[in-house]
Structures are given as structure tokens and as C-alpha cells.
């Protein structure tokens, strides 16, 4: 791989045709997820040989691309998400970007991208979220949705790893994932599609993984269902997400509260949010174990009244309870449809660290305002 070399500082090029205060409030009402973006964005180029080029920070906008560009053709693509939330104290912080960061470098050397320096990575968010602070939404569960991205620019159609990426970086103002509350979901169990393998792409956040499950989500809306849940692709029997979100199951034994959750094979996303639910799950006092788990033990689990909840999580809904299963082996419900406890207190937890009002005591937020 290329030598280190080090790293400009972003030039930062405001925009001439910023939103004003008016068409600004206009846009972020009721701005759903991912359709409204902020004034601005980060564009830095990378050259094999060079290394990371000159970035900026300049108005949101197309950017121009050859067609022959390899990212159009063989799909070297990979992003994150993380949030950016107002604070208790009106400042503005983001939760645990630093691992969003790694896990950008863990994605990029799967696919045979360049490293990005951590360091660049944080100081493009933060001269965004500065630049943008306007569209940082201020209710609890509403954030400013960060996006980071890169893809192979280089214009060669020979197949082989591009020698030109460009990292983007765009933010978009995002509301109440569930406007309504929280809403518990219908799953559907795949199992004509997988959507990783041993040996894969399933620990990267990649483009590709998303191309892929998109059929078999359709599947599931087919059903009559919200998501999809997978299984693994060697076995097909233990269950490792829901769509792009990480499972919990929530067992009660002997009066313990026990939250498990599929373990990491490298067929799974490390989910940020899973990572941090395992901690704040054991500081309530709760057990928390990483295992597999199979979907013959959801179902008889579940009738055998052991296992009490189930819920996804993940950055962009935080919390989802599962309400009801569909499956080719048969439907079942879980806690008459109803969110659980469980859920219902780590989704408190979390939001309230997220947004300043309990104490930080994990080190996890990262003040950029
Ligand atoms: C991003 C993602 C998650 C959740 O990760 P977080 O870091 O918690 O947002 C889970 N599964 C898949 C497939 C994902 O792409």
C-alpha cells in the first residue's frame, strides 16, 4: 500500500447559494431520513502514490464523474452513518465517531480501498457540523445524520483495484425515526437470500451488501412484512440481523433479565449501537451474552414464555422492537405485538446520553460545538 504521508487540512469554501433561515425551516420539517441535505459538503481526492490530496469543504452538490470510473462498474464502494445531536446544553456532539472511523478503515481494507486517517475523517465532520450547525435539529431523536463515503474514481475498466478514490461527506437533517413512537415491526425469516457469506463482504459496510438484500426485502414487504430478518448462509438456521440492523433477544430466567445477541462470526456488521447496548446492558445489571442463536429457539422460546422481547438496533431507528415473526416454518408473536420493557428502557438509556442530558460516562461523546 501506499507510504503515510501527511495530512492537509480541509480549505473550506463556503457556499454562495446557501439555504436562507426561511427555506431552511421549510426543509426541515418533517424531513423524514436521508432526502434533505445541508448546505455543504467534503470532497477529498486520493491518488496511489499521492496519497490523500487537498479537501474541501464547499457547497453541497453533483459531482462530476467519467463513466468508466470503476466504483460504476465493479462496485468498490463503502460509507458509514453516524448522528450529530443537539445537546441538554445547546451544544452540538456526535456519538462515538472515532469508531465509525475505524470500522470506515475495517470496510476499506476488505475492499481493497486506501486507509483514511482516522484524524481526517473526525476534522471532516466536525468542519461540517460547524459549517452546518443550522441544520442540526433540536427534539429528542431528531440529529443531523453524518454520511461518509468512498468510491473508486479511477476511469479503467480492467478489473483490479482503482488507483483514485474520492471520500464524500454529506449530513442530512433527520427527524423522530418513529414520529408516532415506537411502533414494533413484522419480520420476515429469508430463506431463499442470504446476505453474507464466511469469506465475504459481511462485516464491511460495503454498497454491494445493500444491492444484494434489496430483492429479498422486497420479498419481505411481499409477505406483508417490514423487514427481513437473515440467517447464515452455511446453515441456514441461526439468525444474524434485520435488514441493516443488529437483533437482541431479551430472555428472563429466574428473575435475571438476559439480553443475547448473535455473536460476531464475520458474516455479521459490528454494530456500534450493539456495542454499546452489551455495555449499558450489563451496567442495569442485566446479563449480556453474544452467541448464536437459531430460529428454532426464537420460536419455542418464545412459546415457552422464556424469552420475553426482541428488538433490533442500530444508528439511524436506534431501537426497533420486533412484534411479530413470518416464516415459511410458521408466524408467531412476540409480547402481543407490544415493545417490551427492555427496549423501551435502553432506547431511554441511549437517548439520553445521546443528547447531553445523562452523564457521559463512557468517554463516547465527542463535542464539536
Ligand atoms: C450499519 C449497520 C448496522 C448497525 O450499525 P450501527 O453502527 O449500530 O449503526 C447493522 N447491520 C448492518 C448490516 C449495517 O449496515
Not at 15 to 27: C, G, L
Not at 136 to 141: D, E, I, L, R
Not at 272 to 283: C, P, Q
Not at 303 to 318: D, I, L, N, P, Y
Request: charged residues 20%.
Amino acid at each position: 500500500m501506499s507510504t503515510v504521508m501527511s495530512t492537509p487540512t480541509l480549505e473550506i469554501r463556503p457556499s454562495d447559494h446557501a439555504a436562507s433561515a426561511e427555506e431552511r425551516t421549510k426543509r426541515m420539517t418533517h424531513p423524514g431520513f436521508g432526502r434533505v441535505f445541508t448546505d455543504h459538503m467534503v470532497v477529498v481526492p486520493y491518488t496511489e502514490g499521492h496519497g490523500w490530496g487537498q479537501g474541501v469543504l464547499k457547497a453541497y452538490g453533483p459531482i462530476e464523474m467519467d463513466p468508466a470510473s470503476s466504483v460504476l462498474h465493479y462496485g468498490q464502494a463503502i460509507f458509514e452513518g453516524f448522528k450529530a445531536y443537539k445537546q441538554r446544553d445547546g451544544g452540538i456532539a456526535c456519538f462515538r465517531p472515532e469508531a465509525n472511523a475505524r470500522r470506515f478503515n475495517t470496510s476499506a481494507a476488505r475492499l481493497a480501498m486506501p486507509e483514511l486517517p482516522e484524524a481526517l475523517f473526525l476534522e471532516a465532520a466536525t468542519a461540517l457540523i460547524r459549517q452546518d450547525q443550522a441544520w442540526v435539529p433540536g427534539a429528542v431523536g431528531e440529529s443531523l445524520y453524518m454520511r461518509p463515503l468512498m468510491i473508486a474514481t479511477e476511469a479503467a475498466l480492467g478489473v483490479r483495484a482503482s488507483n483514485e478514490y474520492l471520500f464524500l461527506l454529506m449530513a442530512s437533517p433527520s427527524g423522530a425515526y418513529f414520529p408516532a413512537g415506537v411502533k414494533p415491526v413484522t419480520v420476515w425469516i429469508s430463506d431463499d437470500y442470504v446476505r453474507a457469506a464466511p469469506g465475504g463482504t459481511g462485516f464491511a459496510k460495503c454498497a454491494g451488501n445493500y444491492a444484494a438484500s434489496l430483492v429479498a426485502q422486497r420479498q419481505a414487504k411481499g409477505e406483508g412484512c417490514d423487514q427481513v430478518v437473515w440467517l447464515d448462509a452455511v446453515h441456514r438456521k441461526y439468525i444474524e440481523e434485520m435488514g441493516g440492523m443488529n437483533i437482541f433477544f431479551v430472555y428472563q430466567e429466574n428473575g435475571e433479565t438476559v439480553v443475547v445477541t448473535p455473536e460476531l462470526t464475520g458474516t455479521l456488521l459490528p454494530g456500534i449501537t450493539r456495542d454499546s447496548l452489551l455495555l449499558l446492558a450489563r451496567e442495569q445489571g442485566w446479563r449480556a451474552e453474544e452467541r448464536r442463536i437459531s430460529v428454532e429457539e426464537w420460536r419455542t422460546d418464545i412459546q415457552e414464555g422464556r424469552m420475553t422481547e426482541v428488538f433490533a438496533c442500530g444508528t439511524a431507528a436506534v431501537i426497533t422492537p420486533v412484534g411479530h415473526v413470518k416464516s415459511r416454518q410458521g408466524d408467531w408473536t412476540i409480547r402481543d405485538g407490544e415493545t417490551g420493557p427492555v427496549a423501551a428502557k435502553l432506547r431511554e438509556i441511549l437517548l439520553n446520553l445521546q443528547h447531553g442530558v445523562s452523564p457521559d460516562t463512557h468517554g463516547w461523546m465527542k463535542k464539536i460545538v
